[in-house]
């Protein structure tokens, strides 16, 4: 993927991210954007409560995989990475 194409999926999918986070920091956590593949999969991180929450694989796909597919029609799917 070239870097101009990868920087600006990057902000784009960022700012999708933006309008799901007070929620997340509401409830004591946050998520990272960690990378997006050539298959243009954003994998993500989990940071404070939300790293040890039972509900992040429902949050991932209700919430920060629905909010980013419908702001960045590129996006394929949102992955959780471990690191």
Do not use: Y
Request: charged content about 25%.
């Amino acid at each position: 993927m070239m870097a101009s194409l990868k920087s600006d999926l990057f902000q784009r999918v960022e700012t999708a991210l933006d309008s799901v986070r007070p929620h997340l920091r509401a409830d004591g956590g946050d998520v990272e954007l960690v990378d997006i593949t050539d298959t243009f999969i954003a994998q993500i991180k989990w940071h404070g409560a939300c790293k040890t929450c039972h509900m992040t694989q429902m949050t991932m796909k209700a919430g920060l995989e629905e909010a980013v597919k419908n702001q960045v029609a590129e996006i394929s799917s949102v992955e959780e990475i471990q690191m």
